[in-house]
Structures are given as structure tokens and as C-alpha cells.
């Protein structure tokens, strides 16, 4: 097959490392395929000369930011941006919103990105398309009304699934309520609507394509594509740490209900494990009073730079993510790739084998994290072979192995 000569176009209207990945392995794997989105720093055009007026701390701090949304393998003259509404978006943000109204700006930001990829969609009239869910609805069908084969890059768990989970969790924590707001009525309707009319939808894990399926979606036009990770910047330390009498466990993510930081919470404050120091890592969402109770049992982080974050994984021994409702955790992977043995939901839709690069536990079993816990503080060997076996296991999932085989998957759906 001549990838050459295969047109495509991916859109995503916002910062999403994921796209640009996917981007950057198709036009690695020789298809002609471009990109729309918000911004992308590609060092020239208008956008660095209009950071350039800025006085030096400010433009320092902006040109920062704006380098983050960038990937030196994707074609800087094969991206179209839409600044305005993802412009509108990133201020709304500064304001301190509610997290209604901020789900809000998302949606409407969203709707224009949409509505302006469809036409050049219906301009272009490419092969294939690759949308994301929640931007994706106009685009999917202005490629099908010519044939055109719709994807939708599905990267985290059927909606529906996820407002489920949400309800039931409100009710059992309610001081953590606050931490999972709800998006407005007509974005869950799109939602399930782009995963119902897909040609094609890609999902990073078991979890999320079970979630597809058990909302309608026939398991025959659903690919499950692994994420991937940079084994190079992500690696085990050198040298053993320094015995500190700590047995750290380090999480990193939001401190959000949906990602199960009571569970986790609870499980630390609850373990009596000598030297325990659960490390939290991320933003602390909702009321600051939830915490309160576990004060004693972590510390937080609030943030780390960027080109820090490969070192904060070396520091610990084990890495913990107790998820409801993921796509497929990127941090997982980077833990795996640091040498740390993950304890993880089946939500989290990691890569982890149960008793080997870790472990499994239910959703909300507290028990079930505070044993495992415990197990791997105790028992330093086979902490020290889970290790290895993590590390071998992200060798399987690069970002290279990513690309191959989403390139081998769209070959076989359009031949």
C-alpha cells in the first residue's frame, strides 16, 4: 500500500500529548496526514512574534507554556491551528470558574472546533479522519457523507459508564462530591452519539472498549492501541536510593475522586505500615476540608516541572492508582518504564499484569489496596522482581511500538 498517497486529517481542539503522538506516527509511517488544532508551537509564524512584544518575565512564562504544546515529530507545515476558541478557553480557565461553567467553555469550544474541522473535511474529502470524543461529531459525519472512513479516538471510558460510576460515588463520599462534576446534558448525548456512529473507534484499553460495548457500540469495529511511553527519559535510577526507613508510594494526578484518592486516602491512613509516606502529586481539587481527616497520612505536591517529573518516579518503591474511570493512565506506563511496581484498578486500564508488574484490586476495595500494600512493604524481593518485570513490560509498549501498530490497523481498514 502507497501511504503516500493516503490523505488523512486528525483534529483536537485542545493540549493533548496523546493526538500529538498519534499525529506524529502516521505521518512517521509515510501517510499524508495532517493536523488541526488550537495551538502548536512550531517556533515560527505569527505566534512567536507575538510573544515577542511581550516584556521578558511574561513572555519567558508564556513561551514556556506554549512550547508544551508541540512534538518534534510532527511536520510543523502539515498544522492548521483555530487559536480563537481555544484562546477563549485557556482564559476562561484564569478566571477561577466554577467546574460547571469551565466543563462549559470546554463544550463550546469544542462545538466551534467542530463545526470548522467538518468544513475543511468536506473540503478536503480525505481518506480517513481521526476525531476525539466530545469534538468529533460534525467531522465523523461530514467524512462519511462521501465515504470517507470516520475514527474516533476514544481516550477514555464510554461516558454513560462514567456518569454511573459518578452517581453511586457522590452518594458513598459525599464530601468528595464536589471533585466529579457533571458535563452539560448535550455533551453526553454527543459523546454517545460519535462512539454510536463511528466507522471505526480506537481505545487504549480492556476497560474502555468493555465500557464501548456495554453502552451499544458493536465490539467488531473497536481497536484496542495501548498507549505508549519514552522508555529513554522514563528509566529505573542508576544506583538503589538511600535507605531513608521510608516506604514511599507515590501518586500522580489529579486529587480527584475519579481518580479514587479516597480509597487511596483511606488505605494509607489504615495500613500501619512502618515508614509509610504516601506522596501526592497534583492538583488538589475540591473542598480542601476533605482532606482534612488524612492531613497526617500524605503529602502533597502541588506541582512538578515538567523536566522534573522522570526523576519524582525514581524516588519511590511503588507506585499507586486506584482509578474509577480512566482510559489508559499515562503515568502508569511511566511508572512502569521508572522500575515501581504498580497497584492499580482494572479502570486504570494500565498495562499491569496481576502478580507480575504489580497489582490489581477492585474499584473501591480498600482492603484490597491496604493488603497489597502491605505485601510489597514487607517483602523487598519481590518488590526488587516486579521491578524488573515492570520495566521489561513498558519495553513493550514505546511510543514506536504505538506507531507501528496503529499503522498496521489502518492499512487493514482501508484495503
Known amino acids: 500500500m502507497n501511504r503516500a498517497g493516503i490523505r488523512g486529517l486528525v483534529g483536537h481542539p485542545g493540549s493533548n500529548h496523546l493526538a500529538y ?22 517556533g515560527r509564524g505569527l505566534l512567536p512574534g507575538l510573544t515577542g512584544l511581550l516584556p521578558p518575565a511574561i513572555r519567558a512564562r508564556v ?12 511536520d510543523p507545515a502539515r498544522v492548521s491551528f483555530q487559536p480563537v476558541p481555544e484562546l477563549m478557553y485557556v482564559a476562561s480557565t484564569r478566571l477561577k470558574l466554577s467546574a460547571e461553567r469551565q ?22 474529502r480525505p481518506r480517513f479522519t481521526v476525531g476525539h470524543d466530545s469534538s468529533a461529531l460534525l467531522a465523523q459525519r461530514a467524512a462519511r457523507s462521501y465515504g470517507g472512513l470516520a475514527i474516533l479516538n476514544q481516550v477514555i471510558g464510554h461516558i454513560r459508564s462514567g456518569l454511573d460510576l459518578f452517581a453511586e460515588e457522590a452518594r458513598r463520599a459525599p464530601e468528595f462530591a464536589e471533585t466529579l462534576p457533571l458535563p452539560p446534558q ?52 542508576e544506583r538503589p536510593r538511600d535507605p531513608d526507613g521510608k516506604f514511599r508510594v507515590l501518586f500522580v494526578g489529579a486529587l480527584t475522586q475519579r481518580k479514587g484518592i479516597k480509597y487511596l486516602l483511606e488505605a494509607a491512613k489504615r495500613a500501619d505500615i512502618p515508614g509509610l509516606e504516601l506522596v ?24 512538578v516541572p515538567f523536566h522534573e517529573v522522570h526523576r519524582l518516579f525514581q ?39 496481576d502478580g507480575k508488574e504489580g497489582f490489581l484490586v477492585p474499584v473501591r476495595d480498600t482492603d484490597a489496596l491496604v493488603e497489597r500494600l502491605r505485601l510489597l512493604a514487607r517483602d523487598p524481593d519481590l518488590r526488587a522482581r516486579m521491578a524488573v518485570a515492570a520495566r521489561a513490560r513498558a519495553e513493550e509498549f514505546t511510543w514506536s511500538h504505538y506507531g507501528e501498530r496503529l499503522a498496521i490497523w489502518i492499512d487493514a481498514q482501508l484495503s
Not at 472546533?113 to 478536503?124: C, G, I
Not at 472498549?209 to 535510577?237: C, E, I, K, Q
Not at 506506563?333 to 494500565?350: H, I, Q
Open 186 to 237: 448535550r455533551v453526553i448525548a454527543q459523546c454517545a452519539t460519535e462512539a454510536h456512529e463511528a466507522d471505526r473507534v480506537i481505545v487504549p484499553s480492556d476497560y474502555v472498549r468493555d465500557t464501548m460495548v456495554a453502552n451499544g457500540v458493536d465490539p467488531a469495529r473497536v481497536f484496542v492501541l495501548p498507549y505508549g511511553v519514552d522508555t529513554d527519559r522514563f528509566r529505573p535510577p
Open 63 to 74: 513561551e514556556r507554556e506554549l512550547k508544551r504544546r508541540s512534538h518534534p515529530g510532527v
Open 103 to 124: 466543563l462549559a467553555a470546554i463544550a463550546w469550544r469544542n462545538d466551534v472546533f467542530d463545526a470548522q474541522f467538518a468544513q475543511r473535511v468536506l473540503a478536503e
Open 280 to 303: 501526592c502529586v497534583g492538583k488538589l481539587a475540591g473542598d480542601p476540608a476533605a482532606f482534612a481527616p488524612y492531613a497526617d497520612v500524605f503529602r502533597h505536591v502541588p506541582h
Open 315 to 353: 524516588t519511590a518503591d511503588v507506585f499507586a492508582y486506584p482509578s474509577l474511570h480512566e482510559g489508559s493512565a499515562f503515568a502508569s506506563y511511566e511508572a512502569l518504564a521508572s522500575g515501581l511496581p504498580v497497584v492499580c484498578t482494572p479502570n486504570t486500564g494500565s498495562v499491569v499484569r
Open 21 to 42: 503522538q498519534l499525529v506524529a506516527a502516521l505521518q512517521a509511517a509515510g501517510y499524508d496526514a495532517s493536523f488541526e488544532t488550537g495551538l502548536f508551537w512550531t
